[in-house]
């Protein structure tokens, strides 16, 4: 086994040449000082740059190959905008600083929003949500004021598809509402009837992906948000997937209510990693006056942060929201224009299409009635009974140089593959993902232990991931 960074530590060694002291040199008070060493390797900068290399040649990332992780959304992002966003000027802002110090910013915010409002259709926007799951929560306490502000506090129940992401059923509970399922019809659509029968004087709102988790557009979606306005509820669509839409059709013209937008999946921060991302949410004039505090405002004078009213839900996190993530977002929409933007829904669109049609031949596509959008979901079932489940095809991906799609999402597809080729994928890559995908249905028809077996070529083998997750370890334990 290869040596940790610990163990190639020898007392003296070191990496780094301190500057001469240029300050009085002053001791450093008994309460402040360190009572036991840091324990920090004393190794060559050689050695610690061969470290942190190794280590991030032994993780997968979308730099080194296809990360097609359905309804995530793995795209390669340009560099442009990570540099962009780290101009001092930007990202050293202070969140106390004064309005008028800070022009610039709250320019960059009050013209994004204006950008995520055209986009989307709505009126009003809030940058502030940290997450798509944050901005889900924003959107349907939004609605839930509005209910009660109108007389119609009983009203406790969110209505959802049971093909829908997990945060969902998870933001309704947190909101203190009441989450009710709505079938998928036989073409993965929502049950149009069993909506019907399920909407009444209780239903608070409908959360919708559009286009859903199965990559399947709502073809009935003026009908299905007509339902839920004439019984009195209000429309949220979950944005996770407007990568699909961008330019081409807007949540407020389907007759939703408000929605989201997952910048850190959609608008060109790296999605994963921890972080940070954002949630900005876009809504009616309706909803408009209970937005989070702050919001950007335009006046004669310069722009200016408000603080919300008296109908305000309140604040959701600390001063701006996530404003590296806001530069980002700025510089993809200006860099791209109207027209760029959806020219990228539209290749996500292509590529996915291109890459259901290939791969359906080896492997189910459950509800194909026709065009996907920018993601499919397939399924091994079939593959399952040869002795080779999903989770196997998965692993044997990672010997291939891929990192494998979402699996066993949604739940309502057996052995699901969940798989989003992005609109940044050239043909030659998604063609040599698809080669992967045949081999290795090859390889199940023929000799199953290669992929049951898989990975055989990573760093470090198959792991119990269970025990993984109860029993987390990322290093070796190391006597210091």
């Not at 972080?275 to 809504?283: D, E, I, K, L």
Request: net charge negative; glycine share 10%; proline share 5%.
């Amino acid at each position: 086994m290869e040596k940790t960074i610990f163990q190639y530590s020898s007392p003296g060694r070191t990496g780094v040449t301190l500057p001469v002291l240029d300050v009085p040199e002053t001791a450093v008070p008994d309460e402040f000082g360190r009572k036991h060493p840091v324990g920090l390797p004393q190794v060559t900068e050689g050695q610690a740059m061969r470290h942190f290399v190794r280590l991030s040649t032994m993780n997968f990332n979308i730099e080194k190959g296809l990360y097609p992780l359905g309804s995530c959304t793995m795209k390669y992002n340009p560099r442009l905008h990570e540099y962009l966003a780290r101009i001092e000027r930007l990202a050293a802002v202070h969140p106390l600083s004064s309005d008028s110090s800070v022009q610039g910013t709250l320019q960059i915010m009050y013209e994004l929003g204006e950008f995520f409002c055209e986009i989307t259709g709505f009126d009003a926007v809030t940058l502030q949500p940290a997450a798509g799951a944050q901005g889900e929560f924003t959107g349907i306490m939004l609605i839930k004021k509005w209910q009660i502000e109108r007389g119609q506090g009983h009203r406790n129940e969110v209505l959802m598809p049971d093909s829908s992401h997990g945060t969902n059923p998870a933001t309704t509970t947190l909101a203190g509402l009441k989450v009710v399922s709505v079938k998928s019809d036989e073409h993965g659509r929502v049950d149009v009837e069993d909506l019907r029968s399920k909407v009444g004087e209780n239903t608070c709102a409908f959360m919708l992906t559009n286009p859903n988790t199965l990559g399947i557009f709502e073809s009935n979606i003026r009908e299905i948000t007509q339902i839920v306005h004439s019984a009195g509820g209000l429309n949220y669509m979950d944005g996770a997937n407007m990568n699909a839409l961008l330019g081409i059709a807007r949540p407020g013209d389907m007759g939703f209510d408000a929605c989201h937008l997952n910048l850190h999946k959609t608008f060109s921060t790296p999605h994963g990693g921890g972080g940070p991302g954002s949630g900005a949410v876009c809504c009616t004039e309706t909803l408009g006056s209970f937005l989070p505090a702050s919001t950007v405002g335009k006046t004669k004078d310069g722009y200016v942060l408000n603080n919300g009213g008296g109908r305000s839900i309140g604040r959701l996190m600390a001063f701006h929201g996530n404003v590296g993530v806001l530069y980002k977002a700025y510089a993809y929409i200006r860099t791209l224009g109207a027209r760029g933007l959806r020219e990228a829904s539209e290749v996500a669109l292509i590529n996915a299409n291109y890459m259901k049609a290939r791969i359906k031949e080896y492997y189910e596509v459950p509800n194909d009635d026709g065009p996907c959008m920018h993601e499919f979901v397939a399924s091994g079932a079939e593959m399952a009974k040869k002795g080779a489940n999903t989770l196997d095809i998965a692993k044997r991906l990672l010997d291939y140089g891929f990192h494998a799609p979402t699996i066993y999402f949604p739940l309502i597809v057996k052995e699901a593959l969940m798989i989003e080729p992005t609109e940044t994928e050239s043909l030659e890559s998604i063609d040599t993902f698809i080669d992967a995908m045949i081999a290795i249905a090859g390889e199940i028809n023929e000799k199953p232990h290669l992929v049951t077996d898989a990975p055989v070529n990573t760093p470090v083998l198959r792991l119990d991931e269970v025990k993984a997750v109860k029993d987390l370890c990322l290093v070796e334990p190391v006597e210091l």
